[in-house]
């Protein structure tokens, strides 16, 4: 049996679609009482309370770990989830890291995502550690303003990253989970190229079949946008990567296509499969 946690995101579903059609038992992992793919059982537990997940837990011989972000405010230790895992009898463990602990790793939330990584290499279980950059999904930020003005709103409009397609992390993780090949991997996880906002917009108006603006926002625009759902200084943050991306985030990473022979699926992929979300 395979537990995943966040089962209900962007990663978590495609994941337990993946190992179920694998011949996997999953147990799906939440917060709140939710609908799972078909073939999983449901368990509700709160990550920042990890011995709640010792029922999840039992009996299992992997682990999906991806921490929601207030599991890094003052206070939480999710070390300790990594060892209600080993005293389950879980053997393995895939962390979903980021990219951020090498490319900026002086930011709070990225210095306790790499210690909780050394936590894992001295458990003693086999793990993997993926380290995604930018998520294709974060466009659904504009779906609203899509479905009701037909534009995209964002700064830096011709400033880009890899981002990656969340069902191509999924596969990596099914791999990592699946596979004893890659137990001590730690990969690096990209799209096939860098995307700009404004060709995002292109992509999102080709799957659409109806014309999208492109509406280019100041920085502080943008910050105050963000504010709103997160801290500022996360804000600023995050607008830092998007305006000024480093070398080392705005390198192509082999590492998908090392894991599942194939490349990574580019952004218009992933607009088309979820087109709905923007009418």
């Not at 625009?221 to 943050?237: F, G, V, Y």
């Not at 991306?245 to 390198?251: G, V």
Request: charged fraction near 20%; proline fraction near 7%; hydrophobic fraction near 50%.
């Amino acid at each position: 049996m395979i537990v995943v946690t966040g089962a209900t995101g962007n990663i978590g579903r495609p994941l337990i679609q993946a190992l179920t059609e694998a011949g996997q038992q999953v147990t799906a992992v939440s917060r709140h009482t939710a609908a799972v793919p078909n073939g999983a059982r449901h368990v509700v537990a709160d990550l920042a309370e990890p011995a709640s997940l010792s029922p999840a837990l039992a009996g299992a011989k992997a682990l999906f770990l991806l921490l929601s972000g207030d599991l890094h405010a003052t206070g939480a230790n999710p070390a300790d989830i990594i060892g209600e895992a080993a005293a389950g009898g879980v053997r393995r463990v895939v962390l979903l890291s980021t990219l951020g602990v090498v490319t900026r790793p002086s930011g709070q939330t990225r210095i306790a995502m790499r210690a909780l990584e050394d936590t894992l290499r001295e458990s003693g279980l086999q793990w993997a550690i993926l380290r995604p950059g930018g998520f294709a999904s974060n466009a659904l930020w504009w779906a609203e303003s899509v479905r009701t003005q037909q534009v995209v709103a964002a700064p830096f409009g011709d400033v880009g990253v890899p981002i990656i397609d969340p069902a191509d992390i999924a596969a990596v993780a099914a791999a990592c989970l699946l596979d004893d090949r890659h137990a001590g991997g730690v990969y690096e996880l990209t799209g096939p190229q860098v995307v700009t906002p404004r060709q995002q917009a292109e992509a999102i108006a080709a799957a659409l079949g109806s014309p999208v603006r492109f509406h280019e926002l100041t920085r502080d625009e943008a910050k105050a946008a963000m504010s709103q759902s997160m801290p500022a200084e996360l804000a600023d943050d995050t607008l830092d990567i998007l305006g000024s991306p480093s070398p080392a985030e705005l390198h192509v990473s082999p590492d998908v296509l090392r894991v599942l022979g194939r490349a990574p699926r580019p952004f218009a992929d992933w607009a088309a499969r979820n087109v709905a979300a923007f009418r």
